[in-house]
C-alpha cells in the first residue's frame, strides 16, 4: 500500500513528518473497508514510519480490526528494493498475507519486480497493490515470483 495523500500546506514541515490531509485522512478507512470486503486482511501489517506511512498504516488497522502492533522499519522510507524484500524475507512464516505500507517510487518499483508485471499507471496515493506467491515460506520472495492479484484505488472505489 502506498500512503494516503499528505498534507504539503506548511513547507517547514520535514518530509519525515508531514501529515496526512483531510482526503488521506478519507481515503485510508475507505480502503480498509474494501480489504475487508474482498477478504484480504492482512495478518501483519510492515509499514514506513514516516507520519503519513505510520497514520496510513493506524487508520486502515482501526477498520480491519487489526490488533497486533504494527512493525516499523526505516528502511521502507525511501529505502531501496533490496532492503524491503530484505525485510519481507525475514517476516515469521507464521504470516500468511501481510501488507506493507511505503513511498513511490520504490512501490511503483517493487510491484513490477516480484511479479513481472508493469502497471500501466503511477500508484496514486491509498492504493493497495495485492500480490499472490505460491510459497509457504517468505525466505522464497524473489524477483517475479508473484502474480499480480488486483490493484485497490480509492477514487475508483468512490466512483
Known amino acids: 500500500m502506498r500512503?494516503?495523500?499528505?498534507d504539503w500546506d506548511n513547507p517547514s514541515i520535514s518530509d519525515f513528518d508531514r501529515p496526512l490531509n483531510n482526503r488521506g485522512k478519507a481515503s485510508a478507512p475507505l480502503v480498509g473497508h474494501e480489504l475487508l470486503k474482498r477478504d484480504k486482511v492482512p495478518e501483519l501489517i510492515i509499514?514506513?514510519?514516516a507520519n503519513r506511512a505510520k497514520t496510513?498504516?493506524?487508520?486502515?488497522s482501526k477498520i480491519i480490526?487489526?490488533?497486533?502492533?504494527?512493525?516499523?522499519?526505516n528502511?521502507?522510507?525511501?529505502?531501496?528494493?533490496?532492503e524491503m524484500i530484505s525485510i519481507i524475507r525475514d517476516t515469521d512464516n507464521l504470516y500468511k498475507r501481510i501488507m506493507i505500507v511505503g513511498h513511490n517510487p520504490t512501490l511503483e518499483e517493487l510491484v513490477?519486480?516480484?511479479?513481472?508485471?508493469?502497471?500501466?499507471?503511477?500508484l496514486p496515493t491509498a492504493a493497495i497493490v495485492s500480490i499472490n506467491f505460491d510459497f509457504d515460506n517468505w525466505n522464497q520472495l524473489g524477483l517475479e515470483n508473484?502474480?499480480?492479484?488486483?490493484?485497490?484505488?480509492p477514487k475508483e472505489i468512490i466512483s
Open 75 to 82: 528502511e521502507f522510507y525511501f529505502g531501496s528494493i533490496d
Open 47 to 49: 509499514s514506513s514510519p
Open 56 to 60: 496510513t498504516s493506524e487508520l486502515v
Open 146 to 153: 508473484g502474480e499480480l492479484e488486483f490493484i485497490i484505488i
Open 112 to 122: 513490477p519486480d516480484l511479479t513481472g508485471d508493469h502497471i500501466e499507471r503511477s
Open 65 to 73: 480490526g487489526y490488533k497486533q502492533p504494527i512493525q516499523y522499519e
Open 3 to 6: 500512503h494516503a495523500k499528505s
